[in-house]
């Protein structure tokens, strides 16, 4: 096989490999008790079908000696070179890390493989190749595995092996799949196929002809090709459009190979002359390809006999791209563009996944990421200068910035859909014109990882919030320690460099914007740390005398200036005083739910680890607990000039009748309010419960709305949400 395109001294390097690792393997044994070296040269035997390059052959023999022998990438790299080398290292597992958990171990192995995909695309090849042979001999597992291993097949290595268009392995990775993870549906519906061909190839035969007789006689050479659905594709129609077994099994497929683009659209027009078209089910993958440079025209006709037939219509050229996909690159090097388009696809694709992996924060979120983005199904729209833009289907004007460029899709502001003026969670249609109004002060809002669907404006988004997270958790971080540290008499900006480093290297922690960002976050309690900070500080080159003298005259400056009179230059409020709150805090700064606080309120704030610091209401409930532990919680007060509305729940209590939730809701609308949701609750007593959310801007603003409902007849009591007072 390896000598009909390769040339004698790259078949040699080959066989050497394979000595090389046979005598690697030499002691090792599959499940199934064969020599372990026929796993590798199965794996070698499929990428030689492909016709890939003889150093990917060399690597496919060699892929499993770095994870499960003593040879080390060095080696290989002296013995073959460097090249052949890094593919076997991409495609090694992580053995030498220990992981949390098997989730996290595995996702961390596919980001490996990722990435080195991304470096070079014959990594993923051997790993299809390999996953392919671990499928063909999966009888050998226990039950529990043999179905974890082929859930991971089908949800992540078909589409891999669809997004990169190679059919040959998609499809006996999908079956092998489905027969691993249901054997029993699998076993059932292959023998309902098998019941149900009976007459099926006669009729497929005659239309095969037909087909083939009509297009001869329009002069366009070309071949018809009548093919089965396979049993995983059968079982997902059902599945997904809930059809029955016959209503699937009766469609009929044909494939038609002619010699260049023009003829397709002849052929087209031929065979809808000959059958009647199916309206609404033609598309042109031809001018517009799919992500992995599939190019086709698909139809579905009314076939003879009642039953209806799916032709694909495509050149030489696309039907290779169709069945290796990027493997085509090294099948077919003719240097046609449908095999450059493929190529090329599938290298903007890896890009994409660069960008995903530098923004994501783990590799658990990086495998999310790349799930989403494997999604087949897609939408086409157009920039306002015409260039389309393939996107998955639900996508929206965010996904499609994002798409377009980062910097788009960090500054998006607005969108217009078709010239018109769209919420940015508007589900885009194909064929629609999409433009994005940007500002040079806008950025990524936390709301839109609700409705984003591509993997590359999640993670960019994600990226994005981390970041801004971090810059805001270091400035409430330094309030929080600046108010701590003011009890000692101290201030952030009088610890000297000395007594700060001696502090982050007991925590250890790499800097000071580090220790604020943890302070911010609620991971560190700041009064803890402003007690080592000015321990540390007033100890610098004293002795144990001179420390307790000096932490005694602190404690009494401390205690003169809490208590003096104002006149003698005390400031009995300064230590005591309670952070400020201006609403503008952002992400680290967080309103409970429970009793929802608004300006106005006395509030307090509750640290918790990881999301910075929760503000309650005094009179909460939640925090009872919390106020036995002076370290957990931090007095807060709201700025005389605090900005932004704030989420408040009110019950309006009014009279059954019609009309009253439109005379209720107008007159909030009246005081600049915002509904944000409303429920309704029937008492049964002729009185309902009218439940509102509403953003407002302060407790007198609250007031005023309810003044204004009390003036209404049809309302007996309005009351605000549990917590607030």
Not at 75 to 81: G, H, K, N, R, S
Not at 265 to 291: C, Q, S
Not at 350 to 379: H, W, Y
Not at 515 to 528: H, Q, T
Request: aromatic share 6%; with cysteine.
């Amino acid at each position: 096989m390896l000598d009909s395109y390769l040339d004698k001294t790259q078949v040699q390097e080959v066989y050497r490999a394979y000595l090389f690792g046979a005598e690697a393997h030499k002691d090792q044994k599959r499940h199934s008790g064969e020599p372990y070296i026929y796993h590798p040269l199965e794996v070698a035997r499929t990428l030689a079908e492909l016709r890939l390059d003889h150093k990917s052959i060399i690597a496919a023999i060699l892929h499993d000696v770095i994870e499960d022998t003593s040879t080390a990438k060095e080696t290989i790299a002296l013995e073959f070179d460097s090249e052949v080398a890094d593919l076997v290292d991409g495609v090694s597992k992580l053995t030498q890390i220990k992981f949390e958990s098997k989730a996290e171990a595995q996702a961390e192995n596919f980001r490996k493989l990722m990435l080195a995909m991304t470096k070079d695309i014959r990594v993923i090849m051997i790993k299809l190749a390999d996953r392919l042979h671990n499928m063909r001999t999966l009888s050998g597992m226990r039950p529990d595995k043999r179905r974890r291993i082929a859930r991971e097949t089908l949800d992540v290595y078909v589409p891999i092996a669809n997004r990169l268009g190679i059919n040959t392995l998609r499809v006996e990775l999908q079956e092998l799949g489905f027969e691993g993870l249901y054997p029993m549906r699998a076993r059932i519906l292959r023998a309902a196929i098998k019941r149900a061909r009976g007459n099926r190839k006669e009729i497929i035969h005659k239309i095969q002809t037909a087909i083939g007789e009509r297009l001869t006689q329009e002069d366009l050479p070309a071949q018809v090709f009548g093919r089965e659905k396979h049993a995983f594709s059968i079982y997902q129609k059902m599945r997904t459009k809930h059809l029955s077994f016959s209503e699937v099994f009766d469609v009929y497929a044909f494939r038609i190979v002619v010699d260049k683009v023009d003829t397709c659209y002849r052929a087209l027009g031929t065979v809808h002359n000959l059958y009647k078209p199916l309206p609404g089910k033609f598309k042109d993958y031809i001018a517009i390809p799919k992500k992995n440079g599939y190019q086709s025209l698909h139809t579905v006709l009314f076939g003879p006999y009642g039953v209806p037939i799916e032709a694909q219509i495509r050149t030489q050229d696309m039907d290779r791209v169709a069945e290796a996909g990027v493997a085509a690159h090294w099948l077919y090097k003719t240097g046609e563009g449908g095999l450059a388009t493929s190529h090329s696809r599938a290298n903007e694709w890896l890009r994409n996944l660069l960008d995903m992996q530098k923004n994501a924060g783990n590799s658990l979120e990086f495998l999310e990421n790349v799930k989403i983005d494997l999604f087949p199904d897609v939408v086409y729209v157009f920039t306002p200068r015409g260039d389309i833009i393939e996107l998955p289907r639900g996508a929206t004007p965010v996904d499609f910035a994002y798409a377009v460029h980062t910097t788009v899709g960090d500054t998006c502001v607005a969108a217009k859909v078709d010239r018109q003026i769209a919420p940015l969670r508007t589900r885009l249609l194909t064929g629609q014109t999409v433009e994005i109004v940007t500002a040079i002060g806008g950025k990524p809002n936390p709301s839109w990882l609700g409705f984003v669907v591509t993997g590359k404006a999640r993670a960019q988004i994600r990226h994005y919030l981390k970041n801004l997270q971090t810059d805001e958790a270091a400035v409430l971080g330094k309030r929080l320690l600046d108010q701590a540290l003011a009890s000692h008499g101290l201030s952030l900006d009088d610890i000297k460099p000395e007594p700060m480093q001696r502090v982050l290297t007991a925590l250890r922690i790499k800097s000071p914007d580090a220790l604020l960002g943890d302070v911010g976050l609620g991971n560190r309690i700041a009064a803890l740390v402003a007690r080592q900070l000015t321990d540390e500080q007033m100890g610098e080159g004293l002795t144990n005398q001179d420390k307790s003298t000096r932490t005694g005259q602190a404690k009494l400056k401390n205690m003169l200036t809490r208590y003096a009179p104002s006149w003698l230059g005390g400031d009995k409020e300064a230590p005591t005083r309670p952070l400020a709150i201006t609403g503008t805090e952002g992400i680290v700064v967080n309103y409970a739910k429970c009793c929802r606080p608004i300006p106005g309120d006395p509030i307090i704030g509750v640290f918790s680890p990881g999301r910075g610091m929760v503000i309650h209401t005094d009179s909460c409930k939640n925090i009872r607990d919390f106020k036995k532990h002076p370290d957990k919680w931090v007095g807060l007060q709201w700025e005389s000039d605090t900005q932004g509305e704030f989420p408040v729940d009110i019950r309006v209590v009014a009279k059954n009748q019609r009309g009253v939730l439109a005379t209720v809701a107008a007159a909030i609308a009246e005081k600049e309010v915002n509904i944000e949701n409303v429920t309704i609750d029937d008492r049964g007593d002729s009185l309902t419960d009218l439940n509102f959310l509403i953003q407002v801007r302060d407790r007198k603003h609250l007031a005023d709305i309810m003044r204004r409902l009390r003036t209404i007849d049809a309302v007996s009591k309005i009351t605000r949400g549990k917590g607030g007072s």
